[in-house]
């Protein structure tokens, strides 16, 4: 079954899977993407998946999940210091695209 879906039009599957994904993102109870961010990462999945399937974006959804993990670590102590992230972690527009570009 998983290779029936995958030989699908690619494009089609990445629009797909991320409107999945980011709907599970959006109601989740703790905010990892801003509503705009929502945006950006729902278009960049689909590009993403749509150039390199799932390999690829098995890579970047990982970097995704560290990246805001890491960003939770010790976020008391970052906002007692004064240099936590804004928005309490939540990612925007600009840090999905700075992360790709990474």
Not at 19 to 29: K, R
Not at 39 to 48: E, K, S, T
Not at 86 to 95: F, L
């Amino acid at each position: 079954m998983l290779d029936d879906i995958l030989s699908l039009n690619p494009w089609l599957v990445a629009v797909g899977v991320n409107t999945v994904f980011l709907a599970m993102v959006w109601i989740a109870p703790k905010k990892l993407l801003t509503p705009a961010g929502i945006v950006h990462a729902w278009i960049l999945g689909v590009l993403i998946w749509g150039t390199l399937s799932w390999p690829g974006y098995t890579v970047v959804g990982f970097y995704f999940l560290v990246g805001s993990g890491v960003t939770r670590i010790g976020m008391a102590q970052k906002e007692a210091a004064g240099i936590a992230e804004k928005r309490s972690g939540a990612r925007g527009p600009e840090n999905v695209w700075g992360s790709a570009l990474t």
